[in-house]
């Protein structure tokens, strides 16, 4: 029995294999985090520049292959072997190899989430095409996840393509119709859009971006607009609770801004794993 053959016939086996390539995805992810908000600002320094008619400043060329990842205290460059995910945080004790400086746990985090998500995504949906789609939909969530709390930017070059991509992967009837994915980027990016200008009338000012609407589109294209109450309901009483804790553990006024992103991630993540269950179990049937 090849390989495959087994994959597709043994859960478990299934699962471990999703797991060891979460966490090699993971590992790209914290590039990703790290360096696609700076690219942003370079092309947003790039484009003022053109604006103003001054040359665009000298800086040096990054993008998610150049430069080799390199440690940010001493700039040694990181070894191939010191990359292999979550080992070798753990063979280096979390420190640089050449400074020895501290080396963030979130790195293996990262990497252990998108292990987490790959496994919980391969139980899910098995061996299938559903679940080459779902583990691309869930690593993106996580990607945003992070910019979003370091930042507070969710890129459109995330949330666009992973709108359409859920769309063309609903074309198939992955995870639900094609009309149900359509009514679905529809609805979510209009509910948030009609929250953001309902609040900014009434508060005077923004309580969201509009990165927020594209994220909330972009599930409802994946989920459908029949989960989508599912996704907002837990996104929202997550928020509250968490965003509350956190302000509090912060001791910072109510005034601060916390980014919803992650949240609606969340939400999409459970939305996706679960919504269909939980509309069921709500309304004793799903909506067509």
Known sequence: MDFLSVLQNSTPWLAAAAGVAGLCIGSFLNVVIHRLPRMMEAQWRSECAALEGR????????????????????????????????????????????????????YPAVELLAAALAVMMSVRFGYSAALAFALVYGWALLALTFIDFDTQLLPDDITLPLLWLGLIANSAGLFTDLRSAVLGAVAGYLVLWAVYWGFRLLAKKEGMGYGDFKLLAAVGAWTGWQVLPVVIVVSAGLGAVLGSIALWIAKRGSDTRIPFGPYLALGGIVGLLWGRTAVVAWLGHFPA
């Open 55 to 106: 040359d665009a400043p000298v800086e040096e060329t990054l993008n998610l292959m150049t430069p080799r990842s390199r440690c940010p205290s001493c700039g040694t460059p990181i070894t191939a072997w010191q990359n292999i995910p979550l080992a070798s945080w753990l063979a280096l004790r979390g420190r640089c190899a050449a400074c020895k400086a501290p080396i963030s746990a979130r």
